[in-house]
């Protein structure tokens, strides 16, 4: 059943222009999110600035006495979103979980398409390795919701004795499915703008279809032997749900340490609305836990 919140927030947004429409406006339409986020209320944290990682920018939040850091990745299909977007999310994080945070700034596409964002990720992982700030120590996870999950998987099947442990929300991995593969249950994140985010980051149809079988690209059956131990969240009603919770399964075949959580009655993109959705601070919890369970974070 669909939560009321969730049937709320599909009716408020039942008139938006999918960006599969032609008439979708990528660069307005990431404008209009950017500063619609920008006046939302924000917690203080310890630090915030803006760093250069190796040519990439990215915002560490650190607070007080932090212990560990959390690379984030921010969802929005590779195309929308950004650092200023997810600038409450992260804040909220860093916060709760007592750890630096290090936010994203990955290039996008259509200007930017892949490998650009996974090369940024590779690129902030080396920049770690190599910093001498002091918010910047302790064990690393690595952590992403949705077209961000993706990215967050692939830096840790790049980098797999990089990282304590890895979240991954409600990910968006698997860019062979068709509309009768997604879940059925699934409202609000339709299976033609799903494909219309994987054309766009792959620089076409044409080439999404060339780099299906490329691991770094859509991060399904692969070899995750070796992964550091993860969490992953699903939402019930999300067309994602089943290759999220296909993906729990494939890991814990290989040997991995998977929790996987199925949030009932919720819609995809549910985590970052905090305004909306009660379930995004009981997946908070959850994150915190489970990175402070594997030592990234402190508790208060």
Known sequence: MLHPQAAKVIAATADDISVADARFDVVAERERVRK?????????????????????????????????????????????????????IARMLANRSGATVISVDYRRPPEHPYPAAVDDMDAVVAWLAETDDPDVSGPIAVHG??????????AALRHRERFAAQVLIYPFIDAARD??????????????????????????????????ADPNFSPVDTDYAGLPPTLIATAEHDILRTEGEALAV???????????????????????FVDQFDASEVL?????????????????
């Open 179 to 212: 509309a009768t593969s997604y879940c059925a249950d699934g409202v609000g994140f339709e299976p033609d703008e799903a494909r219309w985010y994987w054309s766009a980051y792959a620089g076409g149809d044409q080439q999404r279809l060339h780099l299906l």
């Open 250 to 272: 494939a890991m814990e075949q290989a040997g991995v340490s998977v929790v996987a959580t199925r949030y009932l009655g919720m819609i995809h993109g549910f985590w970052r």
């Open 284 to 300: 908070m919890g959850q994150v915190v836990g489970f990175l402070r369970e594997h030592g990234v974070g402190r508790g208060h």
């Open 145 to 154: 919701d949705s077209a961000g999950a993706c990215l967050a998987l692939v």
């Open 36 to 88: 619609a986020n920008l006046k939302q209320p924000r917690e203080d944290v310890a630090r915030v600035e803006d760093l250069d990682a190796r040519g990439v920018r990215v915002r560490l939040y650190a607070a007080p006495d932090a212990h560990g850091v959390i690379v984030h990745a921010h969802g929005g299909g590779f195309v929308l979103n950004d650092i200023d977007v997810h600038d409450r």
